[in-house]
Every structure is written in C-alpha cells, then in structure tokens.
T-cell receptor, first 108, second 110 residues
Framework: KNEVEQSPQNLTAQEGEFITINCSYS?????LHWLQQHPGGGIVSLFM???GKKKHGRLIATINIQEKHSSLHITASHPRDSAVYIC??????????FGAGTILRVKS | GAGVSQTPSNKVTEKGKYVELRCDPI?????LYWYRQSLGQGPEFLIY????????DSGLPNDRFFAVRPEGSVSTLKIQRTERGDSAVYLC????????FGPGTRLTVT
C-alpha cells in the first residue's frame, strides 16, 4: 500500500460541476500539501494545511488529521481547471512523498 | 528571478552519456530539493540540501546520480552513464517552509 493514496485516478466533469478529489495517508504528518500540475508545466502549490479548512477562490481544501484524510474541492469548475492534482505529505523532515495524482478534465 | 528556474527545459541524450541539470532556487531559500517524476506517476524524492550540504540523499537511485550545491544557492544534478530508465521529468523545489517548484527538466535518454 502506498503511503499516500489519491482517488479518483481520473475524473471528467462538465463545466460548472462541483468536484472532489480525495487523499488518504498512512502515517502521522505535520501538514499536507495540495499541488497542481498542468500538462508540460511545472508544479504549483495550492495549499499547505495542517488542520481544518482553507479556501482560495473556487478551491477549498479540508483535512481530518484523526482520519488521515484530506479533500480538495473545486466549485463551479471550468475547463481551465483541467490539470493533474497531487497531494503530498512531508516525511523525515521536509522531503515530500507524493500521491500518484488525479487527472482532472473539465469539459465545456 | 521571482521563482525557481531550471535549465535546460528539455534534454535529449544518448544512452551512456553524462548530463547535468541545473536548478536556480528562489533567492534566500536555504533548502533545495530534487525530485524525479516518471510518466503517469507522482514525483519521487531524490535529494535534499540544507545550505551547501546534502542533508538527505536517500532517494538517489544509485551511484550514477549525484548532486552538488557548492555555494548554497544553485544546484546541479549530475547523471553519469545515462540509461533509458533515467528518462523522466526532474523537478527542483526550494523552501522554506512551503516548497516552490521549478518548471522541471524533461530528460529523454535514447
């Protein structure tokens, strides 16, 4: 079992739909990262959170430390949201262990 | 520059050749990380520098890979005797505390 599991692996949505991407991890952590990667592009950090909820525009990230689970939500999805969304947790200091990513495609 | 930069953006090399990949971190960031991302997978940790020293190199796959950061700023990842399995996107990030990623170098070994 991977240390960081994401679901779904692939997700196709219609423009305007509410989207949820899930991340589960198997060890205790100090914080969890949500990252976005566009095709051919680098990785952009969306959120780093250690408890509760954070919101930035149409993106919301939540984390439940006891259940070792985090979700990334996108409200009113748009085709420009199409990307790979990756969750990552720090291990042995600050090096990140990444999930395999969720490939999101939003159709207009 | 404002962000992490990596050069080259793309590198095609023949099996057995030596390559160097460069990372310029955000000015003032003391920590620097190298990750490797194979197609369809999440990135995997290679090595982490705190200042000039490699604080953790446990992710380097074998002794063909090594990295330096002689002045605590720019870092170079060096791969000797490249193999086709080394083909991947090599990502660099700097921090603290949140990690800021560069655009990556896509390495293709033919």
């Amino acid at each position: 079992k991977n240390e960081v599991e994401q679901s779904p692996q692939n997700l196709t949505a219609q423009e305007g739909e509410f989207i949820t991407i899930n991340c589960s991890y198997s060890v205790g952590i100090s914080a969890l990262h949500w990252l976005q990667q566009h095709p051919g592009g680098g990785i952009v950090s969306l959120f780093m959170l250690s408890s509760g909820k954070k919101k930035h525009g149409r993106l919301i990230a939540t984390i439940n430390i006891q259940e070792k689970h985090s979700s990334l939500h996108i409200t009113a999805s748009h085709p420009r949201d199409s990307a790979v969304y990756i969750c990552a947790v720090p291990r042995d200091g600050n090096k990140l262990v990444f999930g395999a990513g969720t490939i999101l495609r939003v159709k207009s | 520059g404002a962000g992490v930069s990596q050069t080259p953006s793309n590198k095609v090399t023949e099996k057995g050749k030596y390559v160097e990949l460069r990372c310029d971190p955000i000015s003032g960031h003391t920590a620097l990380y190298w990750y490797r991302q194979s197609l369809g997978q999440g990135p995997e940790f290679l090595i982490y520098f705190q200042g000039t020293g490699a604080a953790d190199d446990s992710g380097l796959p074998n002794d063909r890979f090594f990295a330096v950061r002689p002045e605590g700023s720019v870092s170079t990842l060096k791969i000797q005797r490249t193999e086709r399995g080394d083909s991947a996107v090599y990502l660099c990030a700097s921090s603290p505390p949140e990690q800021y990623f560069g655009p990556g170098t896509r390495l293709t070994v033919t």
